[in-house]
T-cell receptor, first 115, second 112 residues
Framework: AQSVTQLDSHVSVSEGTPVLLRCNYS??????LFWYVQHPNKGLQLLLK??????LVKGINGFEAEFKKSETSFHLTKPSAHMSDAAEYFC?????????????FGTGTQLKVEL | ETGVTQSPTHLIKTRGQQVTLRCSSQ?????VSWYQQALGQGPQFIFQ???????GRGNFPPRFSGLQFPNYSSELNVNALELDDSALYLC???????????FGPGTRLLVL
């Protein structure tokens, strides 16, 4: 079974400093991996996706993630945090379910950005 | 282009009642998936519909059922509501099976 593990439940950074949210995956074959963000009382917004093309994936709002097969990791980074980045971030793997696919979510990382 | 919409935004029900949640998929999308997100947790997959047929289901009991209509909109029905059904219910649509899923804003259900 495919799964993802988010290594930090909470991350706190100062505005203007780099962001690193860590995610490890477990998969028996090349996975499709995503990062979604959820702002308070909102739905989920797709940040970026990896589907076995380039290992460095660029997303929206300056975020990017690097797929490292040797480390089974898919960490999310941003060079400079902004107050508006404060939200919950989910690392997600897509799993085939016969005819279709389902998304399996990590437990989430709450990002806090301080002045 | 209209994104995924869900109705209602909030709902309060009592234990034992039945509820129907609605989802309109994004234009051009023929696949709809439903997820349950309990407070403080990540979303859990309920089921997926493709061209009006269920084609994948998570670990949810049969009292969770769904429908997809010819225009690809969808309903989630929950019978015999339990307190633990209180959650945010998210709908996601995609242009096809295995494609990227785009989420609606969700329906927050409270069961008293």
């Amino acid at each position: 079974a495919q799964s993802v593990t988010q290594l930090d439940s909470h991350v706190s950074v100062s505005e203007g400093t780099p962001v690193l949210l860590r995610c490890n995956y477990s998969s028996s074959y090349s996975p499709s991996l995503f990062w979604y963000v959820q702002h308070p009382n909102k739905g989920l917004q797709l940040l970026l996706k990896y589907t076995s093309a380039a290992t460095l994936v660029k997303g929206i709002n300056g975020f990017e993630a690097e797929f490292k097969k040797s480390e089974t990791s898919f960490h999310l980074t941003k060079p400079s945090a902004h107050m508006s980045d404060a939200a919950e971030y989910f690392c997600v793997v897509s799993t085939f379910t016969g005819g279709g696919n389902k998304l399996t979510f990590g437990t989430g990382t709450q990002l806090k950005v301080e002045l | 282009e209209t994104g995924v919409t869900q109705s209602p935004t909030h709902l309060i029900k009592t234990r034992g009642q039945q509820v129907t949640l609605r989802c309109s998929s994004q234009s051009g999308h023929n696949t709809v998936s439903w997820y349950q997100q309990a407070l403080g947790q990540g979303p859990q997959f309920i089921f997926q519909y493709y061209r009006e047929e269920e084609n994948g289901r998570g670990n949810f009991p049969p009292r969770f059922s769904g429908l997809q209509f010819p225009n690809y909109s969808s309903e989630l029905n929950v019978n015999a509501l339990e307190l633990d059904d209180s959650a945010l219910y998210l709908c996601a649509s995609s242009p096809g099976q295995g494609e990227t899923q785009y989420f609606g804003p969700g329906t927050r259900l409270l069961v008293l």
